[in-house]
């Protein structure tokens, strides 16, 4: 459970088979004060399940977690049972009593009826998935059979342990890394019976199949803090190194254009199709300036939740790219599915190369960070920019859109951005922690900026408000008079991203707006834009005059630790900020 922890949850409970009856343990808020109850009630059993909850029906109490006991039955759930109202109102007329607020109950009182109706475990088990419509990863208990476990998997993801002489379920293999890497995982449709000794897996129809083994790389993913205060912080100074490593596995993708990429021939596709979720689609607006300005390839992006619902007229000659930290995000890989229907070429950019969507997709772009066990994304976010990079540059070679001299020059200019990263990182802390006092004093901040600087301020913006729970947005800067400048005031500090690149001297004017309306502006830029500007701020950030393909990845730098430092300042609980879940698998 405390593996899990990363993925955000809000309430947590155990339950064991101990003496032939069911019993369990549960608690609001984090699992230390889980771990508090079991000191004072342990429990015994050589047989249970246990759950972090994220609130979804329901308020994150002691009452509404899981697991959830109903007539000799025990369930955990992740998920979202869309039917749940419908399924309750009957059951609540056949006489079943409700002890939860949640949709997970009525999963446990499906079963128990059935088991009241004479069918066995498995064909209540088949009877109750035949019921239930939407999301969900499912473990479930039955009183009467210590010696099983019984899980089913629609959505968010499942995966099956094999250990010698004992079995493990978890709905992420990091979760199972102690204690075995050989791992099943379960797709849409499946269920399982567990025992000791093995796992019983059968399809939606309830006929048996046989799902592979992979062994997998999550033992490497025992993840500390080392000398750092948060994972967070850790993580953004692991960047530096995390690129280096993105950038050792990609540029022989640029520079070995005669190696075609597997399902994915950037020289054919017409168009391309870029969709995801949170910073992982701020991420996809940068890669959007990247192949549209250096390949001339025009690419129609949304967030996962809308692109999946607008039906976009796709042609099956283009392609598509879903980016996502987990691979497990839900409406990411619905849109996926949507797009494979449509016969485009699907391309995923993962950091779990054994997730859902990675192993859907025709070709796997890996992100290779490495563990991010901080829920606000940091190091995922700039190696999902170093592969639309490359992959922006290859798509540009391959369709003869750039010299070969402009190429070369791209490539230096990525080679140099490890060297850049941890230039800027040792240098600007000090002056980030006295930013990060001033900005805690505020309740609201605006982020502008043009070109990838705009995407780029809708991410320090995002940062801000999901760690230190300051009010932020992200505006193009041009924007501005249509609508934001209304805020300005000397209570809005202004965070203006100015690269001195061909749109500066237009971003300059946005700012002199502020400044006449007393605003506050705080400007991140080079030294040429430092030198280049007039204008009286709060504090300028100076960093080295980059490339404009790797300004985006090195101004992300500042706007990570000032989010941080304003969070630590704020006394926040940075790695695990609150409502948030790391791995969103529900819609």
């Known amino acids: 459970m405390k593996r899990l922890e990363y993925r955000g949850y809000d309430s947590a409970g155990v339950a064991t088979i101990t003496g032939g009856a069911l019993q369990r343990r549960r608690a609001e808020g984090k699992l230390v004060n889980l771990e508090t109850r079991l000191k004072a009630e342990p429990l015994n059993g050589s047989i249970g399940i246990a759950h972090t909850r994220w609130a979804t029906h329901g308020a994150p109490t002691e009452g509404n977690a899981h697991p959830h006991f109903t007539d000799g039955v025990a369930v955990v759930h992740n998920g979202i049972i869309e039917n749940f109202a419908e399924l309750k109102e009957e059951l609540a007329a056949a006489g079943a009593e409700f002890q939860t607020d949640t949709d997970t109950e009525v999963i446990a009182h499906l079963l128990a009826r059935h088991r009241q109706e004479g069918m066995g475990r498995g064909e209540a088990m088949h009877a109750m998935l035949k019921r239930v419509k939407g999301a969900y990863a499912l473990a479930i208990l039955f009183e009467d059979d210590p010696s099983s476990i019984m899980a089913a998997r629609n959505g968010p993801p499942l995966a099956i342990g094999h250990g010698d002489g004992e079995m493990f379920l978890a709905s992420d293999a990091i979760a199972l890394a102690p204690f075995t890497n050989e791992v099943t995982y379960l797709i849409d449709g499946d269920w399982a019976v567990i025992g000791k000794g093995g796992a019983d897996i059968f399809d939606f129809d309830g006929y048996p199949v046989e799902r592979p083994r992979h062994t997998s790389m999550a033992t490497a993913y025992l993840a500390n803090k080392g000398k750092h205060r948060h994972f967070m912080e850790k993580e953004i100074y692991e960047q530096p190194e995390a690129i280096a490593y993105v950038l050792a596995n990609y540029i022989s993708l640029i520079e070995n254009p005669a190696d075609p990429i597997p399902s994915f021939d950037f020289a054919s596709i017409p168009s391309l199709a870029i969709s995801a979720c ?19 390839l025009p690419v129609e992006i949304d ?9 976009i007229p796709l042609s099956p000659q283009s392609a598509a790219l879903f980016i996502s930290q987990s691979g497990e995000t839900a409406d990411t890989l619905a849109s996926l599915r949507y797009c494979k229907k449509l016969g485009l070429k699907i391309g995923a950019i993962v950091n779990a190369a054994e997730s859902s969507i990675a192993r859907e997709a025709d070709a796997v772009f890996p992100i290779l960070a490495g ?21 922006a540059i290859s798509a540009a070679r391959t369709r003869g859109t750039v010299t070969e001299n402009e190429v070369q020059a791209l490539v230096r200019s990525l080679a140099e951005m490890p060297r850049i990263m941890g230039q800027v990182l040792n240098s600007i802390q000090p002056q980030i922690e006295l930013l990060a006092r001033e900005l805690s004093k505020y309740r609201d901040a605006l982020y502008l900026g043009r070109g990838t600087s705009f995407p780029l301020a809708m991410e320090g913006a995002l940062k801000l408000k999901e760690i230190s729970y300051i009010h932020a947005e992200g505006y193009a800067a041009g924007e501005l008079k249509h609508g934001p400048i209304a ?6 500090p202004v ?18 707006e502020v400044a006449a309306r007393g605003g506050r502006v ?21 960093l080295p005059a980059v490339d404009e393909i790797i300004a985006p990845m090195i101004f992300s730098l500042p706007i990570q630790l000032l989010a941080y430092h304003t969070a630590v300042f704020m006394g926040t609980d940075v790695d695990q900020p609150r409502n948030l879940a790391k791995s969103v698998t529900v819609e």
């Open 371 to 391: 563990p991010e066990i901080g829920v606000a994304s940091t190091k995922a976010f700039t190696c999902q920019l170093a592969v639309l990079a490359a992959l």
């Open 303 to 311: 967030v996962a939740s809308e692109f999946r619902y607008r039906e």
């Open 487 to 492: 805020l300005i005031d000397k209570d809005m």
């Open 278 to 296: 949170g910073t992982a689609y701020l991420a996809g607006l940068i890669g959007k300036y990247w192949f549209e300005h250096y390949a001339r």
């Open 495 to 512: 965070i203006v991203i100015a690269p001195f690149d061909r749109f500066f001297n237009k971003t300059v004017s946005n700012m002199e």
């Open 522 to 542: 705080i400007l991140v830029t080079d030294e040429k834009g430092a030198t280049a500007s007039k204008l009286d701020t709060m504090h300028t950030i100076v």
